[in-house]
């Protein structure tokens, strides 16, 4: 019996047949976040290259991520998605071999720049095919009816493993060496390789499959969505701390923690409205805090003012990747929900891609503030977007939607 027409389960039950398998997207990210915070540090004291080679060298990983969306997603639709994600811890693992060969040859700094670069490049391989792969597999445990349960506990495990790797990362170099940054990698892609390797495949769903560019039109406006509501996040990961320094405020690191916090607790706590409500109305909703938490950032007369619009944004924005996903995917057939669920991806990485470079302008232009009025107006805009597919679905509901 599939999971689809399974006996219903208790939403204990059904959570803890997700996480163990979205347990590897966060030993992924894990691999991801523990250099992170390192390795800009690395390449420009100790390399002595400059901060733009620096910055380049870590952003590398984000390219490698979006090139290979596609190959993830018919990976995780034809080979299965337990396969899928081991070959993506593999290629995590694989980017760890080669970060310990580039802090050895340190005194190569062209061949140690060279082979960051490259575990760069395949780590984001390797984040591409865990991600997608991991989240295929959960939606396979305890079907399609959970898709937003799925994708919401990925995206915690995600956020987690990231809040978590990052001071870990550093701590590591700081008390042993750079060298135990790429052993520890090596040791958790290892360690969810082996633990893979004991949980049960899901049957590969076989049928009708999409072109992969059939799927991305067909998902595109959602896909649009998420990346107009990926620019608040954006904007705060890269400046909310040089906005706090500009008006000489305090505890910039606070604000990133309260949103992390409000964001891991929307999902926890309203990952279930998106099954209640449909992922249309949810996702209104949520654009609409965004918008309000990013508009007080721009007017914030006072710190404690900036942290509470922190908080909203990290509200509003925690559920707009599962509601427009659920969405998204239902408009495939079973068959290609890895290509939908990979190709919708694309769009958080092309915003946060985007929004790094085109926000810097409006700052430099205009002012720190302004990048939150930036994202604001984006939000505001995904509000009318998702308005407008929620009306088209009501007057012609999931026509081209799978079953």
């Given at each position: ?20 398998v ?75 071999v ?8 340190a005194h190569?700094?062209?061949?140690s ?28 445990r ?9 994708i919401?506990?990925?995206g ?28 520890v ?29 059939s ?7 959602h896909g ?12 705060i ?12 405020w ?23 409205t998106?099954k ?10 949520s654009f609409?805090?965004?918008?309000v ?22 509200f ?28 919708y ?36 805009a995904?509000?009318a ?19």
């Amino acid at each position: 019996m599939s999971a689809d027409t399974a006996t219903p389960r208790s939403e204990f039950a059904t959570t803890l047949q997700i996480i163990p398998v979205v347990f590897f997207t966060f030993i992924c990210y894990l691999t991801i976040g523990i250099p992170l915070a390192v390795l800009p540090g690395y390449v420009h004291d100790d390399l002595g290259f400059s901060a733009i080679i620096a910055g380049a060298a870590i952003s590398v990983q984000y390219l490698a991520t979006l090139a290979s969306r596609a190959l993830a997603g018919r990976s995780a639709d034809t080979l299965g998605p337990k396969r899928t994600v081991a070959i993506g811890l593999i290629g995590c693992g694989t980017s760890g071999v080669m970060l310990l060969l580039a802090v050895l040859c340190a005194h190569w700094p062209a061949l140690s720049l060279s082979l960051l670069v490259l575990s760069r490049l395949v780590l984001g391989f390797g984040e591409s095919l865990c991600g997608t792969g991991a989240i295929l597999w959960g939606i396979g445990r305890v079907g399609v009816s959970h898709n937003a349960r799925v994708i919401s506990w990925n995206g915690i495990a995600t956020y987690g493993a990231l809040a978590i790797g990052a001071p870990l990362g550093v701590a590591i170099a700081h008390l042993v060496g750079y060298t135990a940054l790429g052993i520890v990698v090596i040791a958790l892609a290892a360690l969810g390789y082996y633990l893979a390797r004991h949980i049960a495949a899901v049957p590969i769903v076989h049928g009708e499959r999409m072109s992969y560019r059939s799927v991305f039109m067909r998902v595109l406006p959602h896909g649009i969505g998420l990346a107009l509501g990926s620019a608040g996040f954006g904007s705060i990961a890269t400046f909310i701390t040089l906005f706090y320094a500009a008006r000489h405020w305090p505890n910039a690191a606070l604000s990133l923690t309260v949103f992390g916090t409000l964001f891991i607790g929307a999902r926890l706590l309203f990952a279930n409205t998106i099954k209640t409500y449909g992922g249309f109305r949810v996702a209104i909703v949520s654009f609409s805090f965004e918008c309000v938490g990013l508009l007080m950032l721009w007017l914030a007369p006072e710190p404690h003012f900036a942290l509470a619009g922190a908080a909203l944004t990290g509200f509003g924005f925690a559920l707009v990747f599962p509601a427009l996903g659920v969405e998204a995917v239902g408009l495939v057939p079973p068959a290609s929900r890895g290509a939908a669920l990979s190709a919708y991806s694309v769009f958080l990485d092309l915003s946060l891609g985007i929004t790094g470079p085109l926000a810097g302008y409006i700052a430099g232009a205009f002012g720190y503030g302004s990048v939150f009025l930036f994202a604001a107006t984006a939000s505001a805009a995904a509000v009318a977007l998702s308005t407008m597919l929620y009306l088209r679905n009501a007057r012609v509901p999931n026509a081209p939607a799978a079953t």
